[in-house]
């Protein structure tokens, strides 16, 4: 898991409620990236920022809202709009966008 | 959207034995990565192929890449028990005004019997 932590490993929410997942890295890289799990799917980019107060939406950014006050942390809430949370949620982190990204060890969410 | 295909979706072999997983992609891509995620983990990176390389070693790891055909394999040798998990190959590919996206497959998950 690298130097990428996430927090809480696993996280109960109510329908309705908001919620917010930490992503802490003291990797020193510049660009960040949270993905959504699915069971037996691959990884699809929910977000990801390539430097500090900069991010871009991915492919499933809907329901979802980052910030990037800080070069270490990438924070993700989850909102009342998502309409299917429940979901394995990954963030990765890399000093170069074509090289290796380096995952946190993930943080499960589900809705109650 | 899915770049890369795996193939097969999961496989079961014997301690020892070979295994070999395919990955088969639609565009041109920088270069291709292989993962590894053990059951509610994270993924680890195992290994990075460029489009101008054809095949890439690291320890019992071995990857090919055949640009032509799109698609790559991973061929672990020697299988121990500790190398079940879920495989995922993923794609570097250039996606305008000076970004990459990097863009996971489902994955292939192997399971290897003592």
């Known amino acids: 898991d690298g130097g990428i932590t996430q927090s809480p490993k696993y996280l109960f929410r109510k329908e309705g409620q908001n919620v917010t997942l930490s992503c802490e890295q003291n990797?020193?890289?510049?660009?960040m990236y949270w993905y959504r799990q699915d069971p037996g799917q691959g990884l699809r980019l929910i977000y990801y920022?390539?430097?500090?107060?900069?991010?871009q939406k991915g492919d499933i950014a809907e329901g979802y809202s980052v910030s990037r006050e800080k070069k270490e942390s990438f924070p993700l809430t989850v909102t009342s709009a998502q309409k299917n949370p429940t979901a394995f949620y990954l963030c990765?982190?890399?000093?170069?966008?074509?090289?290796?990204?380096?995952f946190g060890p993930g943080t499960r969410l589900t809705v109650l | 959207s899915q770049q890369g295909e795996e193939d097969p979706q999961a496989l079961s072999i014997q301690e020892g034995e070979n295994a070999t997983m395919n990955c088969s992609y639609k565009?041109?891509?920088?270069?291709l990565q292989w993962y590894r995620q053990n059951s509610g983990r994270g993924l680890v990176h195992l290994i990075l192929?460029?489009?101008?390389?054809r095949e890439k070693h690291s320890g019992r790891l071995r990857v090919t890449l055949d640009t032509s055909k799109k698609s790559s394999s991973l061929l672990i040798t020697a299988s121990r028990a500790a190398d079940t998990a879920s495989y995922f190959c993923?794609?570097?590919?250039?996606?305008?005004?000076?970004?990459?996206?990097?863009?996971f497959g489902k994955g292939t998950k192997l399971s290897v019997i003592p």
């Open positions: 920022s390539q430097i500090v107060n900069d991010f």
């Open positions: 993923a794609t570097v590919t250039y996606s305008g005004a000076g970004s990459y996206q990097l863009t």
């Open positions: 565009t041109s891509i920088n270069n």
């Open positions: 192929i460029r489009s101008n390389e």
């Open positions: 990765a982190s890399t000093s170069d966008r074509l090289n290796e990204q380096f």
């Open positions: 990797l020193n890289h510049d660009a």
